[in-house]
């Protein structure tokens, strides 16, 4: 089993920056695994904005591309999730996901490839 916990969630006013991470235990070694963040908005669907494959490759959704940074670090099993210029919309929950082993930059934001997840982190970005 992999547990992953969230934090480093808040309030901002736009323009702010917050970074989250998402600490992963148990059977999940980050440097075997892919991982990722999603997020749920108000009253929308569940979104994937950015993930990191096993071997390094990373995909972001356009809305935040040269906003928002993933990284990973294998030897603290962290992801991070760094997010600047931060906007009104991009409150939302945001939730990490784990799977084991490798997967291909396009499947990178599709919650079915992933077999765990974390209890999220609330974001809030006032205008």
């Known amino acids: 089993q992999v547990q992953l916990v969230e934090s480093g969630g808040g309030s901002v006013q736009a323009g702010g920056s917050l970074r989250l991470s998402c600490a992963a235990s148990?059977?999940?070694?980050?440097?075997?695994?892919?991982m990722a963040w999603f997020r749920r908005g108000p009253g929308k669907e569940r979104e994937g904005v950015a993930g990191?494959?096993?071997?390094?490759?990373?995909a972001y959704t356009d809305s935040v591309r040269g906003r928002f940074t993933i990284s990973k670090d294998n030897a603290e099993n962290t992801l991070y999730l760094l997010m600047n210029s931060l906007k009104p919309e991009d409150t939302a929950i945001y939730y990490c996901?784990?799977?084991?082993?490798?997967?291909?930059?396009?499947?990178?934001?599709?919650?079915?490839?992933?077999?765990?997840w974390g209890q999220g982190t609330q974001v809030t970005v006032s205008a």
């Open positions: 148990g059977d999940g070694s980050s440097g075997s695994s892919s």
């Open positions: 990191i494959s096993s071997d390094g490759r990373i």
């Open positions: 996901a784990l799977r084991r082993g490798f997967l291909l930059r396009h499947n990178l934001l599709q919650w079915v490839a992933y077999d765990y």
